[in-house]
C-alpha cells in the first residue's frame, strides 16, 4: 500500500509565493473504531515511531510490574517520553535505574547529546560524552527493564521475539486492530510495528475512552492521567507537546514522533487523533496536528502554543518577517 493520496497540510509561504507545500494523512477516530473525518489516505502504512509510547508501555502495568516496584506517575510519564534530556529528566531516570540495581550499561537505547541547552552545554564545559540515560527515549528504557527485571527475562529485552517486545506487538495489534505488517527498528534500538494511519487513530481512541471495567482499561487511563499531569518530562521546555498539553489544561494528550508523525488523545470528545506528514518534517506535524485541535475545539487558536504553531510568522537573522507557516484550506 503507497501513500499516494497524500493532501497538502502545511504550507510555507515567502512574501507572495508558496514556498513549500507538506503534503499528509490525518484521522480522527471515535471510541467504536470508526473514522470521523479523515485527510489523505486512512490506510497508508506507516511506522508510528515514539507517538505510540503509551502502547509500548501497557505491559509494564498490565504485568504487575508498574506496582511491585511502585512506580509513580512520574516515572509512568518517562516511560511515555521522548525528552530533553533536562536534569528533571535525567536525574529521575538515574533514581530510577539505582532503584532497580541497574546500571546505565543496561540501557540498550544508546548515548545521545542532550537537546536541553544547560544540559549539553554542562557535558561540552566538563568535557564529558553523553550516557545512555541522555537517550530521549530513556525514560521507556527504563519502563523495559523494570518489566524484564518483573518477568526474569535476559539482558537483550529489545530483541524482536523478547517476551517484552512480543507482549507490546501483542497490545499494539489488539489495540490497532490489525496484524501489523511488520516493523522497524527505531532510533534507540527497540521495535517499531507498523500499522495504518487509521490503526494509530483507533489506538488512541482506545485511550481516549479507558475506564477501570478491564486490566488494559485501567492501564491506559494510568499513562493518560501521568502524561496529562507532567507534560514537562513527556518533551520538555520549548517542545511542542509539552506546550500543547499544558495549553489544554491537561485535558489531551499528544505526542510526537519521529518523521512526521503525531497523535492525540482526547478524554473528554472520546476521540483519537493521528497525523503522518509524507516528508517526514516535524514543523509540518506540529502546524496539522494544532489546526485540527483546534478544529475540534479543544485547542485556543489564539493561545500563544497555537500561534507557535499555526499561522506561526517566519524570520530571519535580522527577525524580520519574511513569510508564515499556516495551515492548509483542508482545515
Not at 500500500?1 to 497524500?6: D, H, I, L
Not at 510526537?256 to 472520546?270: D, H, R
Request: with cysteine; proline share 5%.
Amino acid at each position: 500500500m503507497t501513500m499516494t493520496a497524500a493532501i497538502p497540510m502545511v504550507e510555507i509561504w515567502r512574501g507572495d509565493f508558496l514556498e513549500s507545500l507538506h503534503r499528509g494523512h490525518a484521522v480522527v477516530c471515535s471510541a467504536s473504531g470508526g473514522v470521523i473525518e479523515a485527510w489523505g489516505d486512512p490506510e497508508s502504512i506507516i511506522l508510528p515511531r515514539s507517538s505510540c509510547k503509551m502502547v509500548q508501555a501497557l505491559p509494564l502495568i498490565e504485568s504487575g510490574a508498574a506496582d511491585a516496584f511502585g512506580l509513580t506517575a512520574e516515572q509512568l510519564a518517562l516511560s511515555c517520553a521522548s525528552h530533553n534530556g533536562a536534569a528533571i529528566h535525567t536525574d529521575r531516570v538515574q533514581y530510577w535505574l539505582k532503584d532497580l540495581g541497574l546500571s546505565d550499561a543496561d540501557f540498550r537505547c544508546g548515548p545521545q547529546t542532550p537537546n536541553d541547552p544547560e544540559a549539553r552545554d554542562a557535558l561540552t564545559r566538563g568535557h564529558e560524552s553523553p550516557c545512555q540515560y541522555h537517550n530521549n527515549c530513556s525514560g521507556k528504557h527504563a519502563g523495559f527493564l523494570t518489566l524484564n527485571k518483573h518477568m526474569g527475562g535476559d539482558s537483550d529485552y529489545i530483541d524482536p521475539n523478547h517476551p517484552i517486545q512480543l507482549a507490546v506487538r501483542d497490545a499494539f495489534e489488539t489495540l490497532t486492530n490489525m496484524t501489523s505488517p511488520g516493523y522497524g527498528i527505531d532510533g534507540c534500538s527497540a521495535p517499531n510495528f507498523a500499522t495504518t494511519v487509521h490503526g494509530l487513530a483507533r489506538a488512541m481512541a482506545f485511550f481516549a475512552n479507558a475506564d477501570d471495567s478491564t486490566t488494559r482499561g485501567c492501564a491506559a487511563k494510568r499513562l493518560v492521567h501521568a502524561m496529562t499531569t507532567h507534560p514537562d518530562l513527556v518533551a520538555g521546555e520549548g517542545r511542542a507537546c509539552t506546550e500543547l498539553m499544558r495549553a489544554m489544561d491537561g485535558r489531551v494528550v499528544v505526542k510526537t514522533g519521529a518523521e512526521g508523525v503525531f497523535i492525540a488523545i482526547l478524554p473528554e470528545q472520546k476521540l483519537g487523533v493521528a497525523v503522518k506528514i509524507e516528508d517526514g518534517t516535524t514543523r509540518a506535524s506540529e502546524c496539522a496536528m494544532a489546526s485540527i485541535l483546534v478544529r475540534l475545539g479543544a485547542l485556543n487558536p489564539e493561545h500563544p502554543a497555537a500561534l507557535k504553531r499555526r499561522n506561526a510568522p517566519i524570520l530571519n537573522r535580522r527577525k524580520v518577517t519574511t513569510g508564515i507557516m499556516r495551515p492548509s484550506d483542508a482545515f
